[in-house]
């Protein structure tokens, strides 16, 4: 397994809402199979700089791209660009520790911050703005980012979408945990949601009906004794977002004219797409291929191949049909290749050194009550990793 960052595990690790420690137990699984001694870990390797896709196609037998989508997809309105406007791409990892997005400054220093989206990834945002960040204490969340909130003037926080809520792509479970946040309070408007049952017909699918469910329930228990407040504006599509020379509003239209929020943060998660590999083709932010084959001996799993939707679970089958497709290609084996002779830096991290990193992280966590204490930068992760 090749790894651009000095760290595996994905998503899971620069991904996952910290505040949702359950979804990261995933990460035993793949222990167990890094466990494996045909399983080798090279991480700190960049495909395209030391080394090529080609390289690769010709010393292995199936050479499998799951790189996810990387890049937050743009709304394409006026004042896009203004400082204050940024992608859930950047913020995610920003207070996930990602060594690439450490230096990331979202201004907090406004009362009113708006996310554009109607998925989980703007709900896990739109949640880590409104928490009271004390909560984030037991958490991995990166030590930057706590910090950060903790002088936060922010309390209202907006979520946006442009449909309404019978077509909202939250899953159920996270719009059930809501009315859970102690120190929240979570909004919507209990005739949009009234409405969207009557659009959405006698006969809704399962995923539909259990999102309108749990919507009801939130529209009907509302709290408003707490000082920090989730919106939730449906049927909203950002026009143009307002400011000089920063973020200072954002105009709507609505089905009952324009609407402008005074906000000094907007974050848009709207979609992702696939950052290219050279010898990749690629075309609308995805990888070109047939059922996972793109080529030869190339395959291609997951977001990358089927763009940015499902879940951890809709990974996992995925990942299952495209090894019995490739299994089914593997007809005469290559001559033993190994990519080790193609390599020349010196900092590779291995699996040896991952769990030298891994079992630091665990121990600097511990004696204050969180999972791990990230390391941020390459240097430190790579010191901790031996080099």
């Given at each position: 397994m090749i790894e651009r960052l000095p760290t595996p595990w994905g998503l899971v690790r620069s991904g996952v809402a910290p505040d949702h420690p359950k979804i990261k137990t995933v990460a035993k699984v793949f222990e167990k199979i890094a466990a494996d001694p045909n399983f080798r870990l090279f991480a700190n390797v960049e495909i395209g700089n030391q080394l090529t896709v080609a390289q690769l196609q010709e010393k292995y037998d199936a050479v499998v791209i799951a790189t996810g989508s990387a890049l937050g997809k743009t709304l394409g309105i006026p004042g896009e660009n203004l400082p204050g406007s940024m992608s859930a791409a950047d913020f995610v990892p920003w207070y996930n520790a990602h060594p690439d997005f450490a230096t990331i400054n979202p201004p907090l220093d406004c009362e009113t911050a708006v996310v554009i989206g109607a998925g989980n990834v703007a709900m896990d945002v739109a949640r880590m703005l409104a928490l009271e960040p004390s909560e984030l204490d037991p958490t991995d969340t990166a030590d930057h980012a706590i910090a950060a909130l903790k002088t936060s003037s922010v309390r209202d926080v907006y979520i946006s979408a442009r449909r309404g809520p019978e077509h909202a792509a939250f899953t159920s479970p996270e719009l059930r945990e809501l009315p859970k946040l102690e120190h929240t309070n979570v909004v919507m408007n209990k005739a949009d949601i009234d409405a969207a049952i009557v659009r959405a017909g006698d006969a809704p699918e399962k995923d539909v009906k259990s999102n309108l469910d749990a919507m009801l329930l939130i529209a009907e228990s509302q709290k408003n004794e707490h000082e920090r407040t989730m919106h939730f504006l449906f049927q909203h599509t950002p026009k143009e977002i307002l400011g000089t020379d920063k973020v200072e509003g954002i105009v709507y239209s609505t089905p009952n004219g324009d609407v402008t929020i005074k906000c000094g943060l907007v974050v848009?998660?709207?979609?992702?797409?696939?950052?290219?590999?050279?010898?990749?083709?690629?075309?609308?932010?995805?990888?070109v291929n047939i059922d996972g084959r793109v080529k030869e001996n190339l395959y291609v799993v997951g977001w990358a191949k089927r763009g940015p939707s499902g879940v951890i679970g809709t990974n996992k089958s995925d990942a299952a049909a495209v090894v019995e497709l490739m299994v089914s290609d593997l007809k005469t084996p290559k001559l033993a290749g190994d990519i080790a002779e193609l390599l020349t830096i010196a900092s590779v991290i291995d699996q040896m050194a991952w769990q030298k990193i891994n079992e630091a992280e665990v121990a600097a966590g511990e004696p204050l009550g969180k999972p791990r204490k990230k390391a941020v930068l390459r240097e430190e992760l790579l010191r901790l990793g031996g080099h």
């Open positions: 848009t998660a709207i979609g992702y797409q696939a950052a290219d590999i050279d010898g990749v083709p690629y075309q609308n932010g995805k990888v």
